[in-house]
């Protein structure tokens, strides 16, 4: 169940980067929850392998790199997505996994912990 939160959480983030950024579009709540499902098996398959490829990176960074990782899992989203879900540049996908790291974290800790604590 708490995946299904997660999915719906990230699709409602994604609107939400969509309605404030130009560079970001979704066509509906239907394409952002396609586009978090997507999202979901890109960071489930190809994160992972990029975390390890790009460890040194990482460490050097402090972690900062993994901005750019997630910028890549978006921008490999989009591509698979097609006219649904589009990110106009790479740093346009920085930005909003930025905010989209900020705003699921924000949503998670205000809203969803404390209706699934009960």
Known sequence: MSWLIQLVVNAVVLLIIANFFQGVEV?????ALLASFILAIVN????PILLVLT???TILTLGLFLFVINAVTLMLTSAIMGSSFVIDGFGVAILAA????LLSALIHSLIVDPITKR
């Open 27 to 31: 066509e509906g709540f239907g394409a």
């Open 44 to 47: 489930l398959i190809v994160k």
């Open 55 to 57: 460890l040194p990176v």
């Open 98 to 101: 930025i905010i989209f790291a």
